[in-house]
């Protein structure tokens, strides 16, 4: 299946999340499991999730959960900002992702003086022709990594907001679509390490999860150093052993198949319930955005679609609630004298919050 221009201008011109399958009069009744007829669609879906975590878990050992959630932004069109302390394979975790999703694949190191120009591209003045040219920068690809984007100023973070909100760059005036899927892959150190640029809100935003990468288990990490000792320490994915077990064409057709899983009709009130609470939460000084919520029940339908299901459980709603607003939320700094951290103020008002039946 091929991307078909038609199809993708037709879901450009309207809202974002907009026909997404919500049954009211007529449909499903709350609490029943919607029969779309999308169960085949759905099973080829779930097979991508399993060849793709499969084929990560050759060179990046235990990374299960973290290439759910880069897989599932991928199908739902959006961006993931992957956090963690140094050498625990972020890098590694997204360059293997992008050779196993078989698209092109684009790298900056971002650092205290990269320039906008260096990411988006420049237009070049050719004598011999006395025209300009554009010249396109590394954002330019399918699966963009933007390694230690908190390196650099927010001058340079901010030219990648157009591109992650919109799919194109505009240089000099003119606007340069870039190729589909787009994602970007972003990681981070943690803000309090040395050298570092909290990333702006409005940047934040643009990212459907953040990802936190933690420390190996002893047995895990025992694993990886067992594995890891034999290898070179400049191997690529692909001399690992690492190939393609999907395509962008196949991805375009996952992320359509997605995009029809049914949403029962009293699941949207549960997600707003879930967006006010973090608003009138005394832990929290910035609540989520109803974008957020938007952003969250895409993310659900992929979730189901990858565990088989052509419909979305509240059970869904809550996998995916953490990684979607953490970065979205502002704790009160009272709290984070405290050493309290998003997580545990977003899991208590899961908890609290009554789930529909």
């Known amino acids: 299946m091929d991307f078909e221009d038609e199809e993708r201008n037709e879901r450009a011109d309207r809202p974002y999340g907009a026909g997404e399958p919500v049954h009211g009069a007529g449909g499903a009744a709350a609490g029943t499991e919607p029969d779309s007829g999308n169960e085949v669609e759905v099973a080829a879906v779930s097979e991508l999730g399993r060849r793709v975590a499969a084929e ?42 992008a050779e196993t999703l078989g698209g092109t694949y684009g790298r900056i190191q971002f650092t205290p003086d990269l320039m906008p120009a260096d990411v988006t591209g420049t237009s070049i003045f050719h004598p011999g022709e006395g025209v300009f040219h554009f010249s396109p920068g590394p954002i330019f690809a399918q699966f963009l990594l933007c390694d230690e984007i908190n390196r650099s100023p927010a001058k340079t973070q901010a030219a990648l907001l157009e591109a992650m909100q919109e799919g194109a760059v505009t240089i000099d005036g003119a606007r340069h679509a870039l190729p589909s899927p787009f994602v970007v892959f972003a990681t981070q150190n943690p803000v309090e390490h040395e050298g570092t640029y909290p990333l702006p809100e409005a940047q934040l935003d643009r990212f459907l999860f953040k990802v936190l990468v933690d ?87 992929v979730k189901a679609a990858l565990a088989g299901r052509d419909f979305v459980t509240p059970d869904d709603i809550k996998g995916v609630t953490v990684p979607c607003l953490r970065h979205r939320v502002a704790l009160d700094p009272a709290e984070e004298i405290e050493g309290v951290v998003a997580d545990q103020v977003l899991q208590r008002i899961l908890d609290g919050v009554e789930v529909p039946r």
Not at 57 to 64: A, M
Not at 246 to 252: D, G, K, Q, R
Not at 273 to 295: C, D, F, H, I, Q
């Open 215 to 301: 420390y190996p288990e002893q047995e895990l990490e025992e694993r990886i150093l067992a594995v890891s000792h034999t290898r070179a320490p400049s191997a690529t994915p692909a001399e690992l052993g690492v190939k393609a077990v999907a395509s962008p064409a196949e991805l375009a057709a996952c992320a359509r198949i997605a995009e029809r899983v049914t949403v029962r009709e009293d699941l949207p009130g549960y997600v707003v319930r879930l967006l006010r609470e973090t608003r009138a939460n005394p832990s929290l000084v910035l609540g989520a955005s109803p974008r957020a919520g938007v952003m969250l029940l895409r993310a659900a339908k």
């Open 56 to 97: 990560v878990e050759h060179v990046v050992l235990g990374s299960g959960p973290e290439v759910e959630a880069c897989l599932i932004a991928v199908l739902a069109g959006g961006h993931v900002l992957v956090e963690g302390a140094p050498g625990v394979a972020k890098t590694l975790l997204v360059r293997t992702l």
